[in-house]
């Protein structure tokens, strides 16, 4: 593999584009750094791998803690939730995918300006689509969840915990954005700090929310809830002191103040990128509610076994989709940086360290299945239930992985519309059609045959694509 070599800045007060922006030790455009590409990937690399981590890791937590000191029927009423939580941040996902898109770009240009209004066009759109969802999410919580076939006896416990969740999305989109457009301008170190803020919060308070320490009041199934809600809090209220105090561009100060306010001619350009990407994370979140209601079907024990090999599938995801993030924002640094030329570069970068990093986990699970399904059920039979279900599709989350890194680098040009749609195509022509087919013939394994299938699909299309349409194409800064 070819690498590249660069030098300029460095990201020292001295460097260029630092005087221009004011920040203090957040790095300039890394894209840009004077060491070979595959260390500039593992610097920016591991802190968001870290980061994504623990994102989730509040939640397992919360899974741990409900599934062992409430049982098996207090996960499947978390486990109900899952999907539905994911289709509402769907569009939030996407839009801080196109936010981080744009303000790499425009920090590669060293365009402070234009990253501060890109970021506060965003913020400003999540807020207000936050206080949708709490309004309307929670006023219809129970038939919500009543409609996916959510288990009878498991319903009541769901809707307590999906209703606070629900509620609390404005805030929860903050958070999320804020970490994702930090990360656009090199910054990966603070959303890493941000997010164990609010995991080392939410691996105290839960316990206690449960078993009621220290006079606290105990909530059962909500404890998880409330501790989601009061750890985003609080380390979000930490964050803007942080930026603040580094003096970084999207620290919460009267400038950017000024710009939290909806800029037409930037809205539409974070939407072009972000709304297909928004869209097909609905398709996804859509079809995992098709998928869900299969296996509800199935009985709370398959609920239950859903939810916990989820748990593992997402840590095991999480280089992957670290990694095409990653691809993303270097190629938008590059673009903005005028040096299109490294995205090759990047795209193979990419590719080998999916390979190795994702390869890695997917090899350690299927060696610790068995302690890593015990680690979320009690029950004998689940367990065999959701380790079976892991073996039958953990492998295929490399080539997900391959399929992901390339519709990143081409994300990063701006080019998301024809990669979207080829992934919609392989959701819903794919995916929910070989497992309601495949579940009709071979039971519940049948639904997991389905994710191996479609992202071998995904790959093979999004490659054809790439090296076909893509790479013949005229790659410019979008604004």
């Not at 062992?68 to 839009?95: K, N």
Request: aromatic share 8%; with cysteine; proline share 5%.
């Amino acid at each position: 593999m070819r690498t590249t070599t660069e030098t300029t800045g460095t990201g020292s007060s001295n460097s260029p584009g630092a005087g221009q922006s004011g920040l203090q030790g957040v790095p300039v455009s890394p894209v840009n750094a004077p060491r070979p590409l595959w260390k500039v990937f593992l610097f920016f690399l591991a802190p968001m791998l870290l980061s994504n981590i623990l994102q989730s890791l509040s939640g397992t937590l919360n899974n741990v803690y409900v599934g062992q000191m409430l049982g098996v029927g207090a996960l499947a009423a978390v486990s109900s939730f899952f999907p539905v939580m994911f289709f509402f941040i769907a569009f939030i996902i996407g839009l801080g995918a196109g936010a981080s898109v744009l303000i790499g770009q425009a920090w590669g240009a060293r365009d402070v300006a234009k990253a501060k209004a890109v970021a506060g066009t965003t913020l400003t759109v999540g807020v207000l689509m936050g206080l949708v969802i709490a309004v309307f999410g929670g006023a219809f919580t129970t038939p919500m969840l009543a409609a996916l076939g959510t288990p009878p006896d498991v319903l009541a416990d769901s809707t307590r915990y999906a209703r606070i969740m629900l509620i609390a999305m404005p805030g929860v989109f903050i958070f999320l954005l804020a970490t994702a457009m930090l990360r656009g301008v090199g910054d990966t170190v603070t959303p890493l700090l941000t997010l164990l803020i609010s995991t080392l919060i939410g691996l105290v308070v839960t316990p206690a929310l449960i078993r009621g320490w220290g006079g606290l009041p105990q909530l059962g199934v909500a404890s998880g809830a409330w501790a989601s809600v009061l750890s985003f809090a609080v380390a979000t209220t930490w964050l803007g002191f942080r930026l603040r105090q580094r003096k970084s561009p999207l620290a919460p100060d009267a400038e950017f103040m000024r710009n939290l306010r909806i800029q037409p001619h930037l809205l539409k350009a974070v939407l072009r990128i972000g709304v297909p990407t928004g869209v097909q994370m609905i398709v996804v979140a859509l079809a995992e509610v098709v998928l869900l209601s299969m296996v509800n079907g199935f009985g709370s024990n398959a609920t239950a076994a859903y939810g916990a090999v989820n748990q593992v599938v997402a840590y095991v995801q999480f280089p992957a989709i670290s990694i095409a993030i990653t691809a993303s924002i270097l190629g938008a640094q590059a673009i903005g940086a005028g040096r299109a030329n490294r995205l090759g570069a990047i795209a193979k970068t990419a590719l080998l360290m999916n390979l190795v990093l994702t390869g890695g986990l997917v090899l350690l699970g299927y060696l610790f299945s068995r302690p890593l399904m015990g680690f979320f059920i009690t029950s004998a039979p689940v367990i065999e239930i959701a380790q079976t279900l892991l073996h039958i599709m953990l492998w295929s989350l490399v080539v997900f992985g391959m399929a992901s890194a390339l519709s990143g680098i081409m994300r990063a040009s701006g080019s998301v519309l024809v990669p979207t749609l080829i992934s919609i195509f392989c959701i819903l022509g794919v995916e929910v059609p070989v497992a309601w087919v495949m579940s009709h013939r071979i039971g519940l394994d049948g639904v997991w045959v389905a994710y191996p299938v479609t992202f071998g699909a995904m790959l093979l299309l999004q490659t054809a694509y790439y090296q076909l349409v893509w790479r013949k194409k005229s790659i410019h800064r979008l604004v």
